[in-house]
């Protein structure tokens, strides 16, 4: 039996509108309504690497239109967000602007999936012939680099090369901040100077690694040094795996010392009791 979700804002809910997911934004909605959701924030990919697997899949009439026809199947009785992840927006950021008007938002999303000469860190080929650590050390450098510069509003699953390091099965149970601890304290710094909310990601719980993106001990360091804008997402793409893991990721925050959670509507944050 599934659990229920009492009162919570998924903020990382993907539709039909993405190459990688199958459920149309409206039955999302209905679903949402079962689970006593608050709010659901969707995100469709947009993605220029042309590596990526939703490389060139981004429909934004489409996929406006999904969300408008969302938001009337929702009234009031839920909370409808649009917003849109953008992978490795450092790198592609002048290009998908030019293509799409953030104003029209009320998110922007930040992920890194690939690796130049690496190729997809979500992936096992990434780690083909190559040293696993090495990757993850220039994954956490590249976070880094797109964190300092980027127009975003939600830092993604930061720790998503755990699902690549599983599916080649490869080690992927250490302490990532007993080896680069001053690359990922710079990190949560620079997200919390620039105001870009930390996504704390479920969709890990799901599969082989069985752990949050990022890890508990990274969540507790982003708190620990006055980290206070997170996010739940659970990284929806299909059935069966709606909304999984919030109700895991409510107490793990609840745990950590937050209180809140944060949403984005028109780029502007607001902050939502655990407790409601």
């Keep these: 039996m599934k659990r229920e979700v009492i009162s919570m804002i998924d903020m990382h809910v993907h539709t039909d509108d993405s190459p990688d997911a199958d459920i149309p934004a409206s039955e999302l909605v209905a679903q949402g309504l079962k689970r006593n959701l608050a709010g659901i924030g969707f995100v469709a990919h947009v993605d220029l690497d042309p590596e990526d697997y939703c490389y060139g899949g981004f429909k934004e009439t489409v996929y406006n239109q999904s969300i408008e026809l969302a938001g009337k199947k929702a009234g009031n009785r839920i909370l409808i967000l649009k917003g849109i992840e ?3 927006p450092h790198i592609y950021e002048k290009q998908v602007k030019n293509l799409i008007d953030y104003s029209n938002y009320d998110f922007i999303t930040g992920a890194i999936h690939s690796l130049s000469g690496i190729g997809m860190v979500l992936g096992e080929s990434a780690y083909e012939g190559a040293d696993p650590l090495n990757v993850v050390e220039m994954y956490y450098l590249e976070t880094l680099k797109m964190v300092e510069v980027s127009d975003i509003d939600i830092l993604a699953h930061m720790g998503l090369f755990r699902r690549g390091l599983a599916l080649a099965g490869l ?7 007993e080896l680069w601890p001053d690359t990922i304290r710079r990190i949560l710094e620079t997200i919390i100077d620039r105001n870009i909310a930390l996504e704390l990601n479920t969709s890990g719980l799901r599969r ?12 507790d360091l982003y708190c620990r040094i006055g980290g206070e804008l997170v ?16 109700e895991e990721g409510k107490r793990l ?3 950590t010392g937050f209180t809140k959670t944060v949403f984005f509507r028109d780029r502007m944050p607001g902050r939502r009791d655990l407790l409601q």
Excluded: A, C, W
């Design 171 to 177: 080690k992927h149970d250490f302490n990532e901040l």
């Design 86 to 88: 953008v992978g490795e």
């Design 208 to 219: 082989k690694e069985k752990i949050t993106y990022p890890t508990p001990q990274i969540l």
């Design 253 to 255: 925050l609840e745990e």
């Design 231 to 246: 996010t739940v997402g659970s990284d929806t793409h299909r059935e069966p795996h709606v909304f999984f893991g919030l």
